[in-house]
Every structure is written in C-alpha cells, then in structure tokens.
C-alpha cells in the first residue's frame, strides 16, 4: 500500500502513456465492475469547474476517458462556469440521484461541510480530483492531485536564482479566488523568494483564463508601463498567454523586455516557451483520470485507500521543452 503524501513516482509520465488509448487500466485497477469485480456499472457524478483553461480541457477529457462505458462506469459529468454556488447545487443533485460515488474538483476550498456531510449520510462516497477543501477529512475518502504549493517553490526558486540578486519589480496574474492552487501557488512562491531582491509590486486574479490574464496584464502595463514591470509570475499558462498578448499591444517584447514564470504545462504554454515568450513552466499533470477511477473503484470496493495521492511535477527551461514537446500529451 502506498504510504499517506507519497509521490507516484514516475506515475505521471506513466498514467500519461497509459491514457492515450480509451479503456486502459489505472494502478489500483479502474473498470472491473461495481463492488470490485462484477459486471454492474458504476455511477458515479463528477462536478468540474468548468472549461477556463487549456489544463482544465485536458483534464476532464482524462476523466472522460477514465470513467468511460467501456471501463465499467455510468458517468455524469456537470461543469458549473467556476460558480461554487452551482458546483454545490450539482453535488446535491448527484446525492438525490444516488449515484454510486461523487469526483469533485472543488473551485474554492471553503463552503463543502454541509454538502459533504450530506453525501456522508446517504452513504455515497466522495473523492476530491485536482483541488481540495477546507472541510474534515472525514467527509471525503481521498484526494488526488498536485502539490500546488511546491510548484510555487519551483517557480519562486528559479525567479530567485535568476534575478534574486538583481531589483525586480514583479506582477503576479493570481488564478481563482479562494481556490486551492491560488493559495498554494502564492505562498509557496513567496516563500522561494523571500530575502531576495524581487519585489511583488502588484498582484491580481485573472480567474485562470487567458482573457482574464490579458485584461489584469493590460492593467498593470498602464499603472506602471512597460519599464516598471520587470516579472511577471502567472499562475498559470493561460493567463500568462494572456500577458503575452498584452505584452506585445504595448510594444514590448515578452520573455525579453518583461520575463514570464507560468504554471501549467500546457501545449500553448510550452510552445510559447519554445518561442522565448515564457522563460519558465512549472508542470501541473492535468491527467489524473486514471488514479481518480482507480480510487473510486477501491474505495466501493471497501479496499483501504489513502487520504492523499500526489502526482510527481517536471519543469521546463525552452530547451527541456523543445525536447520533450513532440512527446506531450496535453
């Protein structure tokens, strides 16, 4: 049994592989029938965020694949717009259908104890994909996902050993509100940076998109112009695209006149990267089907699961992109 924090180590590449072909198996054997080894379909509800992004695209194509007909499962999928209102309402909606199991890709940490509790009660258990709570852990059965707040460190580390040393002036292109991997990715930055010379002269949410990244970065150009912005630190690739986009309107060259930190990984991303407009990614695996149906099919098998699964992150320099980019999935 993996241990409870314990990387999958190597797993990422490996699920990545794996799920280029419809049906394929997870690592705790996904797809073999509800209560573990019939031939009855598993039912299950899974409540998205919604499309914001190129990662989020990725994502849940890799839960459709995963919790596929062919694999044994029923599922019904609702995005809810990044509204947590209606995320909550979907969550209801699965519990009065009394779906076999709930995924959830919570858009904010806080507001589920009551919702959770609620599927607690009529017995239908929930595994948090992606993003997490801040309620009890004895309302969900498991999480799978990133370590958002090391990939700040990874991001912050590289922002300081490449201008820790010089006067930086930088912006941050925040992702959701409230969101788990907006909290983490802030504070794991931060702490990377701290005692160096980088200062976060302003910070806003671009909400993950790529039009929300480009109106914030429209705003910062015209507070404190092309010379004022020397960084620019993005929580993810779409917003950084975005910055891009504004970068260029204002006449200046991005990933030379304004450097980029992104986080994500994405195709777009990556090529951006390649082309000298990022100067560095931090991954963020979006293909988490698999291990997520796998969990699912142990935990109504009543096999014991752990409470966290963590899927091991790359980074990329434009060089280890041009690399590996003919590779990629996502």
Known sequence: ??????????????????????????????????????????TVGFAQTGSESG???????SMKTAFSAENGFDLIFNAADNDPAAQIAAVRDFINQGVDAIVIAPIVEDGWDDVLQEAADAGI????????????????????????????????TWAAENFGDTPTNMVVLEGTTGSAPANERAA??????????????DSQTG???RDGGKKVMEG???????????????????????????IEAAGAVPGEDIKIISIDAVK??????????????????????????GIVTDVLAGNEVEKEYYVEDLSFTPEEAAKVIDSRLY
Not at 55 to 61: C, G, I, K
Not at 141 to 148: E, H, K, P, Q
Request: proline residues 1%; glycine residues 14%; contains cysteine.
């Open 1 to 42: 049994m993996i241990r409870k924090g314990k990387l999958f180590a190597g797993l990422a590449l490996a699920g990545a592989i794996a799920l280029t072909a419809a049906g394929c198996s997870s690592s705790t054997d996904a797809g073999n029938g509800g209560d573990g080894g019939g031939d009855e379909t598993i």
């Open 55 to 61: 990662w989020r695209s990725a994502n849940t194509e």
């Open 268 to 293: 777009d991303g990556m090529l951006a990267l390649i082309d000298g407009k990022i100067n560095f990614i931090v991954e963020c695996n979006p293909l988490l089907g698999d291990l997520a149906a």
């Open 220 to 246: 910062f150009l015209q507070k404190y112009g092309v010379d004022g912005i020397d960084l620019v630190y993005a929580h993810n690739d779409d917003m950084a695209l975005g910055a891009i986009e504004a």
């Open 207 to 209: 909400d993950f998109t």
């Open 125 to 156: 258990p929930v595994v948090l994909e992606d993003r997490t709570v801040s309620a009890s852990d004895d309302l969900y059965a498991s999480w799978v996902g990133l370590d958002f707040r090391k990939e700040g460190v990874t991001a912050g």
């Open 188 to 201: 794991g930055f931060d702490e990377a940076i701290e005692g160096t010379q980088i200062e976060k002269i």
